[in-house]
């Protein structure tokens, strides 16, 4: 028996709780994880925004993939399916905070960082990621205590107001879901400018040395090109003078100030915006100009950026004005992965026999995570 995460938004959790809790879904990107599981298998839930863990469900077969609606009447995204039990599920003021001192000094993941670090978020980064047998034991021995002598965590008046979720209707009568986010105050960098800038181009760097490693070309922006194989020496002729693309003026010249694309034969596989700067916005505002462009484009977008700035990239994705696209909301097409899941991939020994699709295990989509 193994123990797993499975990740609800607030409104997830919601929508969950009102059914009889018996089909977990995921999505379809996610095969390759979900094969790792067995009967008996054990996903411990954990909510985004409120970083608490609400749940135990008990994988009860293998997984299968319908497009059946389980959740609404309307298309439900999560069509690889597990037949799961109920082993213990709370209301979200009986639920654990990740920053409970008893928890936080309790699971290997968080009890050797300060309080105020978030590398521990590196383990609720995706669905499927699989737990410590230890850490497992703790959280479901600790959720089944809650059932008996419950311990209450009351929601803050901040917590209250990540439950809010707000839907805009398009012009077509279908309603989506957007982030408004609250007034805040200025971000604050305690790097220097250059060392934002040099962070950046060697996370440029490794970007392109992983796709090299994977047998794909490489396109950097002219700006960059001589900063960034300042670090990465190519191996091979992977890195293109000019891109193979039949695309207008104006889609081309989006295309080419795009940070790092992965690219194979006449498509582009990835595309990346390496985020670095106090403000966030222009690689976003970047993607969704593609998308904007080209709303037939199949392509998989990323920003990429710190950890720290994971909820604000989050946030802005999901944003109204960029839920309205013809193409869909950008946030189901951008996703956000962190400086420290690309040196993770980086160190990865066999990149050299992958695919771009292990992407799918690094990524964040606001729509699952929007912590």
Same mark, same amino acid.
């Given at each position: 028996?193994?123990?797993?995460?499975?990740?609800?938004?607030?409104?997830?959790?919601?929508?969950?709780?009102?059914?009889?809790?018996?089909?977990?879904?995921?999505?379809?990107?996610?095969?390759?994880?979900?094969?790792?599981?067995?009967?008996?298998?054990?996903?411990?839930?954990?909510?985004?925004?409120?970083?608490?863990?609400?749940?135990?469900? !008990?994988?009860?077969?293998?997984?299968?993939?319908?497009?059946?609606?389980?959740?609404?009447?309307?298309?439900?995204?999560?069509?690889?399916?597990?037949?799961?039990?109920?082993?213990?599920?709370?209301?979200? *003021?009986?639920?654990?905070?990740?920053?409970?001192?008893?928890?936080?000094?309790?699971?290997?993941?968080?009890?050797?960082?300060?309080?105020?670090?978030?590398?521990?978020?590196?383990?609720?980064?995706?669905?499927?990621?699989?737990?410590?047998?230890?850490?497992?034991?703790?959280?479901?021995?600790?959720?089944?205590?809650?059932?008996?002598?419950?311990?209450?965590?009351?929601?803050?008046?901040?917590?209250?107001?990540?439950?809010?979720?707000?839907?805009?209707?398009?012009?077509?009568?279908?309603?989506?879901?957007?982030?408004?986010?609250?007034?805040? !105050?200025?971000?604050?960098?305690?790097?220097?400018?250059?060392?934002?800038?040099?962070?950046?181009?060697?996370?440029?760097?490794?970007?392109?040395?992983?796709?090299?490693?994977?047998?794909?070309?490489?396109?950097?922006?002219?700006?960059?090109?001589?900063?960034?194989?300042?670090?990465?020496?190519?191996?091979?002729?992977?890195?293109?003078?000019?891109?193979?693309?039949?695309? *207008?003026?104006?889609?081309?010249?989006?295309?080419?100030?795009?940070?790092?694309?992965?690219?194979?034969?006449?498509?582009?596989?990835?595309?990346?915006?390496?985020?670095?700067?106090?403000?966030?916005?222009?690689?976003?505002?970047?993607?969704?100009?593609?998308?904007?462009?080209?709303?037939?484009?199949?392509?998989?977008?990323?920003?990429?950026?710190?950890?720290?700035?994971?909820?604000?990239?989050?946030?802005?994705?999901?944003?109204?004005?960029?839920?309205?696209?013809?193409?869909?909301?950008?946030?189901?097409?951008?996703?956000?992965?962190?400086?420290?899941?690309?040196?993770?991939?980086?160190?990865?020994?066999?990149?050299?026999?992958?695919?771009?699709?292990?992407?799918?295990?690094?990524? !964040?989509?606001?729509?699952?995570?929007?912590?």
């Amino acid at each position: 028996m193994a123990y797993y995460i499975t990740i609800f938004s607030p409104d997830t959790y919601n929508t969950f709780t009102k059914t009889e809790r018996s089909i977990s879904g995921f999505r379809e990107s996610q095969k390759t994880q979900a094969n790792a599981l067995k009967k008996g298998d054990k996903l411990i839930a954990y909510v985004t925004k409120l970083s608490r863990w609400v749940g135990i469900l !008990e994988v009860t077969g293998e997984y299968f993939i319908s497009k059946t609606p389980v959740y609404s009447s309307e298309d439900d995204i999560y069509t690889l399916r597990f037949p799961v039990k109920e082993i213990v599920w709370l209301p979200l *003021d009986l639920a654990l905070p990740v920053d409970d001192e008893e928890c936080w000094a309790s699971l290997s993941f968080t009890k050797n960082l300060p309080k105020k670090s978030i590398a521990w978020t590196n383990m609720v980064r995706g669905n499927l990621r699989r737990f410590e047998e230890e850490d497992g034991n703790w959280i479901e021995s600790y959720l089944k205590r809650q059932l008996s002598t419950p311990k209450s965590f009351p929601l803050s008046e901040s917590d209250s107001r990540k439950l809010v979720t707000l839907t805009v209707k398009t012009q077509e009568s279908k309603e989506v879901e957007v982030s408004v986010p609250t007034k805040e !105050e200025q971000e604050f960098s305690p790097k220097s400018e250059k060392e934002d800038v040099r962070e950046s181009i060697r996370v440029q760097a490794m970007l392109s040395r992983i796709g090299e490693r994977m047998k794909l070309k490489i396109w950097l922006p002219k700006s960059d090109r001589q900063r960034v194989l300042a670090v990465w020496k190519p191996e091979t002729d992977s890195l293109l003078t000019t891109l193979p693309l039949n695309y *207008d003026t104006i889609t081309l010249r989006t295309i080419e100030n795009i940070d790092v694309l992965w690219i194979k034969g006449r498509s582009i596989v990835r595309a990346f915006e390496v985020e670095h700067t106090t403000s966030i916005y222009s690689g976003i505002l970047r993607m969704a100009d593609l998308m904007a462009l080209q709303p037939n484009l199949d392509i998989s977008a990323h920003i990429v950026a710190p950890a720290e700035r994971r909820e604000k990239v989050l946030q802005e994705i999901s944003r109204p004005v960029f839920a309205l696209l013809e193409k869909g909301p950008l946030k189901e097409s951008c996703t956000f992965i962190s400086y420290e899941a690309v040196t993770e991939l980086s160190l990865e020994k066999r990149l050299e026999y992958m695919n771009d699709k292990v992407l799918d295990e690094y990524q !964040e989509r606001a729509g699952d995570l929007d912590d």
